[in-house]
């Protein structure tokens, strides 16, 4: 009596299996999960996440349960580096993902590389990532045709990718580290921007002018752009607005003032209502930040998130995750202080009753 049983299940089983219809029974993300790689390393606090490869610009999302980290992925080479950022040389991406901030890190795999994007051609720098409506899209600047840096989208239907790069930048884009910020009313906004090798300066006309400068010490500091992502997350729904960042009694950060002006690395996140601007201050080495009541600002400087690390470049992201908020961040460490040789590390973030955050010390 059993074994028919067992024989009339097992007759079941194939004969369900062989009818159900062609590519319904994998879902993308299932399919995807197969090309994935334990890295074996267990996240530590303040020390590299992957000792196998370098990583910088760490951008952590929280994605179907999971952490995701989009990083830079840089190479290993010894070229000579320049204010312009030659050094930074990269070419493509990888997903990162971790169960719980104590489970081993998950390398996805190259997800995007330079050689597909039509109108890429080289120095895939710092990337973000979003989801809306059932789709992730990557964001990330490189250099078109002309060597100007502007900013393009991939998409895909899994957080892991691969993703699929639009055959065209995003109309309206310009300079570089695309931060994508999903607010509570499901409006979209874009965050760019970055000094020096990023070209920010060279766009103060609206046009990009090779010869553009930052403006003197006593004149305003150029600030971070921000624009409304359009419904299909494609392109910009209007033009950039410039972001005023002022100090507590509204006067206007100045170009002058290093260890406080933007350079580059903005990041936007949400804590209690209020929006939290914050940045690199470039050749001061701070994570500073900045508050205010509205998306797109004025923000009001407030402090320092992270003190320099080691290395030259610093950028970092911000994430709730299981009710803990982490800072994701890089340093060179790793390979010894090289600066265009980075690794991402997290750590936790701690805000004081009033708001503001507590520093933290690399
Ligand atoms: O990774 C290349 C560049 O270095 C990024 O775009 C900047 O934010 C800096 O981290």
């Given at each position: 009596?059993?074994?028919r049983?067992?024989?009339?299940?097992a007759?079941?089983?194939?004969?369900?299996?062989?009818?159900a219809?062609?590519?319904?029974?994998?879902?993308?993300?299932?399919?995807?999960?197969?090309?994935t790689?334990?890295?074996g390393e267990t996240?530590?606090?303040?020390?590299?996440?992957?000792?196998t490869?370098?990583?910088?610009?760490?951008?952590?999302h929280?994605?179907?349960?999971?952490?995701?980290?989009?990083?830079?992925?840089?190479?290993?080479?010894d070229n000579p580096g320049?204010?312009?950022?030659?050094?930074?040389?990269?070419?493509?991406y990888?997903?990162?993902?971790m169960?719980?901030?104590?489970?081993?890190l998950?390398?996805?795999?190259?997800?995007?590389?330079?050689?597909?994007?039509?109108?890429?051609?080289?120095q895939?720098?710092a990337?973000?990532?979003?989801f809306?409506?059932?789709?992730?899209?990557l964001?990330?600047?490189?250099?078109?045709?002309?060597?100007?840096f502007?900013?393009?989208?991939?998409?895909?239907?899994?957080p892991?990718?691969?993703f699929?790069?639009?055959p065209?930048y995003?109309?309206?884009s310009?300079s570089?580290?695309?931060?994508?910020?999903?607010?509570?009313?499901?409006?979209?906004?874009m965050y760019?921007?970055?000094l020096?090798?990023g070209?920010?300066e060279?766009?103060?006309?609206g046009?990009?002018?090779?010869?553009?400068?930052e403006?003197?010490?006593?004149q305003?500091?150029?600030?971070?752009?921000?624009?409304?992502?359009?419904?299909?997350?494609?392109?910009?729904?209007?033009?950039?607005?410039?972001?005023?960042?002022t100090?507590e009694?509204?006067?206007?950060?100045?170009a002058?003032d290093?260890?406080r002006?933007?350079?580059?690395?903005?990041?936007?996140?949400?804590?209690?209502?209020v929006?939290?601007?914050?940045y690199?201050?470039?050749?001061?080495?701070?994570i500073?930040?900045?508050?205010?009541?509205?998306?797109?600002?004025?923000?009001?400087?407030?402090?320092?998130?992270?003190f320099?690390v080691?290395?030259?470049t610093?950028?970092?992201?911000?994430?709730?995750f299981?009710g803990k908020?982490?800072?994701?961040?890089?340093d060179?460490?790793l390979s010894?202080?090289?600066?265009?040789?980075?690794?991402?590390?997290?750590?936790e973030?701690?805000?004081?009753?009033?708001?503001?955050?507590?520093?933290?010390?690399?």
């Open positions: 009596m059993k074994f049983n067992f024989l009339l299940i007759i079941l089983s194939w004969f369900m299996s062989a009818c219809p062609v590519g319904t029974d994998v879902s993308p993300t299932e399919d995807l999960a197969q090309n790689t334990p890295t996240p530590m606090m303040k020390q590299p996440l992957i000792t490869m370098y990583t910088a610009d760490p951008s952590a929280v994605f179907e349960g999971k952490l995701y980290i989009y990083p830079s992925h840089d190479l290993d080479h320049t204010n312009d950022g030659d050094q930074f040389d990269m070419e493509d990888h997903v990162f993902s169960e719980s901030v104590q489970s081993p998950v390398d996805h795999g190259e997800v995007l590389h330079v050689r597909d994007v039509p109108w890429a051609t080289k895939m720098w990337p973000d990532a979003a809306k409506d059932g789709a992730y899209y964001y990330f600047p490189a250099r078109d045709k002309d060597h100007i502007r900013i393009g989208v991939a998409t895909s239907k899994s892991a990718g691969p699929t790069a639009e065209e995003i109309q309206g310009f570089i580290d695309p931060c994508v910020f999903v607010d509570d009313d499901g409006q979209v906004y760019f921007g970055g020096w090798g070209q920010l060279k766009w103060q006309t046009e990009f002018d090779p010869n553009g400068t403006p003197v010490a006593t305003a500091a150029l600030g971070p752009r921000v624009a409304k992502l359009s419904e299909d997350m494609l392109g910009f729904d209007g033009p950039a607005q410039e972001i005023s960042i100090d009694n509204g006067q206007p950060i100045t002058g290093r260890s002006r933007f350079f580059e690395a903005s990041w936007v996140h949400k804590y209690n209502g929006y939290y601007l914050s690199s201050t470039g050749d001061t080495h701070y500073a930040y900045a508050t205010s009541e509205s998306p797109t600002g004025p923000f009001v400087f407030r402090g320092y998130i992270l320099p080691i290395g030259w610093t950028h970092h992201s911000i994430v709730e299981d908020w982490y800072l994701f961040y890089h060179s460490s010894g202080g090289v600066t265009h040789k980075r690794s991402m590390k997290f750590t973030l701690f805000y004081n009753p009033d708001g503001t955050i507590k520093p933290i010390d690399p």
